[in-house]
C-alpha cells in the first residue's frame, strides 16, 4: 500500500514531506503534491512532516477523500519528481 496526499495539501503544498522520502516518490503538481503509489514504500516517514495531516496511508483515508488515492495515481504519472523543500503556496 502507498500513502496518499489529501485534501488539506490543496493551495498549501507544503513540501516538507518530499525531502524526507527515501525514494522519491512526491511529485509536483500545481496546487498540491502528489505521490507515487508505484515508487512509494510505505515508510511512514512523510507523515509527521506535514503541518496539515494530510498524508495518509492508503488504508486510512477518510471517506470523504477517498478520491484523492485515484487523483495521486493519475496526477503522479503527470507531474515531475519533488525532491527539495520550496516555499508553501500559502504563505506566498
Known amino acids: ?9 490543496m493551495d498549501c503544498k507544503y513540501t516538507n514531506c518530499v525531502v524526507v522520502c527515501p525514494v522519491e516518490a512526491f511529485r509536483e503538481g500545481e496546487r498540491m503534491v502528489y505521490i507515487d503509489p ?3 514504500i510505505d515508510c511512514d516517514a512523510c507523515v509527521p512532516e506535514c503541518p496539515v495531516d ?3 496511508p492508503e ?9 484523492y488515492i485515484q487523483l495521486n495515481a493519475e496526477m503522479a504519472a ?11 503556496l500559502c504563505e506566498s
Open 1 to 9: 500500500m502507498a500513502h496518499v496526499v489529501c485534501e488539506p495539501c
Open 38 to 40: 508505484t515508487v512509494c
Open 54 to 56: 494530510a498524508i495518509y
Open 59 to 67: 488504508e486510512e483515508v477518510p471517506e470523504k477523500w477517498r478520491h
Open 78 to 88: 503527470k507531474c515531475p519528481v519533488i525532491t527539495e523543500k520550496k516555499k508553501p
